[in-house]
């Protein structure tokens, strides 16, 4: 089953701080997220595993809660270049199930 | 440049043609993935490849033929497609398919294919 992704879209002003959240139905081992810009190729952020982690990434963190099944990406301090859509992608069991795509999270930056 | 290379970029076919979507992988990954990307929907897995093995069809219509010759290239054999069919159609590589969770997977552009 897919991840659900939250929000569907969102327009910041460059410099504002960003939030994508993603949750599952179900127990998960890992979030993927990927950054998609307009006619290129989906582009491998971060994985996080389960046991609650946090990861940072220049101003791009993301957090793990496996309790909740939910993970969240911050985008802090926002730039032009963050614009596109994120995806979230879950895997479940020990690694070995297939990872699962939500819906994404279009972000448009503006000067 | 992410290491996976997708030709064509772009394709208009007919219901009654047939064609070919080709992936390259320069990156010494063992697994291979065929995805479909509509608007408005998820990333949809079509075909997992591990070792020139196919380990993954996810129901796929039979109009849609994979083949895996080796561990760097992946072809999807196109034949009598619908129009639903239109799509971007993305390739992506991983060190191995048997742990998808652990493994960042590697995205090339796409073949954006529209079906008249």
């Known amino acids: 089953q897919q991840p659900v992704q939250s929000p569907q879209a969102v327009i910041l002003r460059e410099g504002e701080d960003a939030v994508i959240n993603c949750s599952s139905s179900?127990?998960?081992?890992?979030v993927h997220w990927y950054r998609q810009k307009h006619g290129e190729a989906p582009v491998f952020l971060m994985i996080?595993?389960?046991?609650?982690e946090q990861k940072g990434h220049d101003k791009i963190s993301a957090s793990f809660n496996e309790k909740k099944q939910q993970s969240s990406l911050y985008l802090t301090a926002s730039q032009l270049s963050y614009s596109g859509t994120y995806f979230c992608?879950?895997?479940?069991?020990?690694?070995?199930?297939?990872?699962?795509f939500g819906t994404g999270t279009r972000l448009t930056i503006i000067p | 440049e992410t290491g996976v290379t997708q030709t064509p970029r772009h394709l208009v076919m007919g219901m009654t043609n047939k064609k070919s979507l080709k992936c390259e992988q320069h990156l010494g990954h063992n697994a291979m993935y065929w995805y479909k990307q509509s608007a408005k929907k998820p990333l949809e897995l079509m075909f997992v490849y591990n070792f020139k093995e196919q380990t993954e069809n996810n129901s796929v219509p039979s109009r849609f033929s994979p083949e895996c010759p080796n561990s760097s290239h992946l072809f999807l054999h196109l034949h009598t497609l619908q129009p639903e069919d239109s799509a971007l159609y993305l390739c992506?590589?991983?060190?191995?398919?048997?742990?998808?969770?652990?493994?960042?997977?590697?995205f090339g552009d796409g073949t954006r294919l529209s079906i008249l």
């Open positions: 996080l595993l389960k046991g609650g």
């Open positions: 992608g879950t895997a479940g069991g020990f690694g070995n199930e297939k990872l699962t």
């Open positions: 992506a590589s991983s060190h191995g398919a048997a742990r998808q969770g652990d493994q960042p997977q590697h």
């Open positions: 179900k127990a998960l081992y890992s």
